[in-house]
């Protein structure tokens, strides 16, 4: 009933925001008699800042259309190599013809956001990378048919994107598939599977919330799992195609998301009000793009939920040996091929510091020499893979890495730590297309 309450609120103040939005263009239109008045710059801001606040959003674009390769812009397409029910591995080609960069697969975390929250990442590293990402879908438009999702079928999926690129891929993790990826790779180095990832880099993961544990972490810890259960859990409305499945819907991920920071979201809405006001439309329009993309929030299944919420966080499964995967342990001390490198934010808010660093300590058969850490001065969660931390001083570290642990590429072109001028996020509100 609340999602379906949600939906009604929401169908309604789009309304609200399309006439808001219209009054406040006639506030400004110099045919108006009362655009001359004082206090109409202000008062048709406001509602400017209104309609954008409550406007309906989709599932984003990439909106990447070209890079910077050798000092040559080139053309970038979009092409889905494999289609999933529950997710799609998406390939940024470049059109370079026969240069050979190392292959890496950036896997998106599956916690509320779009993969697009990684626009930035994956921009940053096409330049010198044949990328790769999860493309994980809205658990909203998947058919009940379809069947379920849970934190063993992510890892199940990560494999076979892994088989699907074939050997002498790498992986790089962001945020919450840090422990899935990392399981995974335990997984294929105990059965020395072919297409075993030659490194893994895992960017501000809940390997082990004991410690320096967060709000989020101390939330889902000191919570019984039950209330989760209870109380965040609901079903799809029927307008949707997955009308029926049980899901932590994305708007109180979100509701979730902006309370932690609530003045910060306060007050950079106030400026973009004040930036709107002084005529200063490059500022503003920075902030509402950021917005479009913080606002397109997507469900997660029940499952899969629950049993992170269980296995990450509260009982922290992969860090304490005992992660179960279909009946099969999932040991981290079985990684002897696979170098890992962990990075961590200074002033992480939700990953904190030391929680991606226990890998390393987990990996006990894995050579030093095959191990890095970094611990970015400054950089908050967002900012570790997203930014001008990462791109100038993060991203240079993980295409070293790279490189270094970098066997099955012929002839790589050498590395270059130059930064590729940044493209503003294309963020067109749409529908979600499987």
């Not at 999933?84 to 240069?99: D, E, N, S, V």
């Not at 790589?412 to 996020?425: G, N, Y």
Request: hydrophobic share 45%.
């Amino acid at each position: 009933m609340l999602y379906t309450a949600f939906e009604m609120q929401r169908a309604w103040l789009a309304g609200v925001g399309m006439a808001a939005q219209t009054g406040s263009e006639w506030l400004l239109s110099a045919a108006n008699p009362m655009a001359w008045s004082p206090a109409a710059p202000a008062t048709a801001r406001a509602m400017e800042v209104f309609a954008h606040a409550v406007a309906p959003r989709g599932k984003p674009a990439f909106g990447l259309h070209s890079t910077i390769v050798d000092g040559e812009s080139v053309a970038v397409t979009e092409q889905v190599v494999l289609r999933k029910p529950f997710g799609q591995l998406k390939h940024f080609a470049r059109a370079t013809g026969g240069r050979r960069d190392p292959r890496i697969l950036i896997v998106a975390p599956m916690s509320g956001h779009y993969a697009t929250l990684l626009r930035g990442t994956v921009e940053r590293l096409l330049p010198d990378h044949d990328v790769y990402i999860t493309d994980w879908r809205d658990a909203r438009q998947v058919p009940l048919s379809d069947g379920r999702f849970d934190l063993n079928d992510y890892v199940d999926y990560l494999i076979e994107f892994l088989e699907v690129l074939g050997p002498d891929t790498h992986m790089l993790a962001v945020c919450q598939p840090s422990v899935p990826a990392l399981a995974a790779v335990a997984l294929m180095n105990e059965d020395d599977h072919p297409c075993t990832p030659p490194s893994l880099t895992m960017m501000g993961g809940p390997i082990d919330t004991r410690k320096a544990p967060t709000a989020v972490n101390e939330l889902a810890f000191n919570r019984p799992f039950a209330w989760f259960e209870h109380t965040v859990i609901q079903d799809v409305p029927a307008i949707y195609p997955g009308a029926g499945r049980r899901v932590y819907p994305g708007y109180l991920q979100l509701s979730g998301f902006m309370s932690m920071n609530l003045a910060n979201h306060m007050k950079s809405h106030w400026e973009m009000f004040k930036h709107l006001v002084e005529g200063d439309e490059d500022a503003a329009e920075a902030t509402k793009a950021f917005y479009d993309e913080y606002r397109s929030v997507c469900d997660m299944t029940a499952e899969f939920y629950l049993q992170t919420i269980d296995m990450v966080f509260q009982r922290q499964a992969l860090a304490t040996g005992s992660f179960d995967h279909r009946g099969r342990l999932a040991d981290p001390g079985k990684i002897t091929r696979t170098a890992l490198l962990a990075i961590e934010g200074e002033r992480d808010d939700i990953s904190g510091l030391g929680q991606t660093k226990a890998a390393l300590d987990i990996a006990v058969n894995l050579a030093p020499e095959k191990k890095q850490y970094l611990m970015a001065k400054g950089a908050g969660h967002y900012g570790i893979f997203n930014g001008s931390k990462w791109r100038e001083t993060i991203a240079p570290v993980v295409e070293a890495f790279v490189r270094t642990h970098d066997t099955g590429r012929v002839a790589p072109a050498p590395l270059r730590v130059v930064v590729p001028k940044h493209i503003e996020p294309d963020v067109p509100p749409g529908v979600e297309v499987a």
